[in-house]
């Protein structure tokens, strides 16, 4: 979708929003799949209400990315503008033992950051790409932990009520890769609390993660991470990979080598593709094992 009236591009300068017209998805998102549309960089939190007033009066459908790590969008030009925020500088200021963190802010680069500071509990989502704020939105976790367990506050861009709101971590509720978050709030910034660690410790920690998540995952290649969610007691790669599954492709989409919940883009995949893929595994696992495996990774289909 194209942003052309003069009076609207002149709306967006106003409110510090920068338009990039025809920004590719294909390289905001670790799959590297996705049409094009017009993309607002957003400056300010505050610009936000009368940003999504201005959209909508002008009936123009928009989606909010975050870091692209988890996202499968369609192909061609798309149907709605994506808003994304920009990174402010410093995006991580550390109180006492709370981090108060843009949702902007690179996941991985928080955790080093706070590490240095001697702040841990964070190791486990070493080498999850992404933002914070979309970790934070998923409650990311791995190797035992979830970013969850570390929220104390939240603000975030209430469509439903149009204002940006505060939460407190008790009223958000945390599941697994599963929160309480409307689909369309926006995550703005967060309030850590994060345990009192010396930095050789929490080094350590990374280390073993690191080296955990080099031995069984595809780190190198385009991937959104695992494609379907664990069953309850079970694990969807398991089952892909008990069904011979790795290695199956349609087109430039396939079943990780290394992993058989990540699906990797090895060339010029398309979503169709990818969705294909997809649906193939799911139908296969769920006539081999009575299971139906849910998505982990979001799609947003033209
Ligand atoms: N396994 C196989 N074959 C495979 C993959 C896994 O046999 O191709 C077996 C492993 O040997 C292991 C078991 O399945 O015994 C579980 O595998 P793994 O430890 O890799 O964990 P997972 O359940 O597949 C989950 C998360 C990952 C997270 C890891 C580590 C989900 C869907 N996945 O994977 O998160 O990094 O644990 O904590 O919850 C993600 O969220 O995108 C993600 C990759």
Sequence with gaps: MRISDPEIVAKLAEMTVELQHGAALADLTSLGIGGTTDLLRIRKHESLPDLLNLLDANEVQHKFLGGGSNLLVGDGELPWVVLQLVR????VVLEGNFAHVDAAADLGR?????AKNDFGGME???GVPGTVGGALRMNAGAYGMQIGNYV???KLYRAAGRKIETLRGHQISFEYRHTSFAPDDMMLSVILELPSKPFKLILEGIRICNEKRRSSQPLGQKSAGCIFKNPPGASAGRMIDELGLKGLAVGDACVSDRHANFFVNVGHASAKDMLRLIANV???VQKNYGVELENEVVVWNA
């Design 88 to 91: 402010p500088e410093p995006d």
């Design 110 to 114: 928080m955790i080093t950051f706070c």
């Design 124 to 126: 486990g989502l070493i």
């Design 152 to 154: 104390r506050e939240v």
């Design 282 to 284: 799911r139908e296969r």
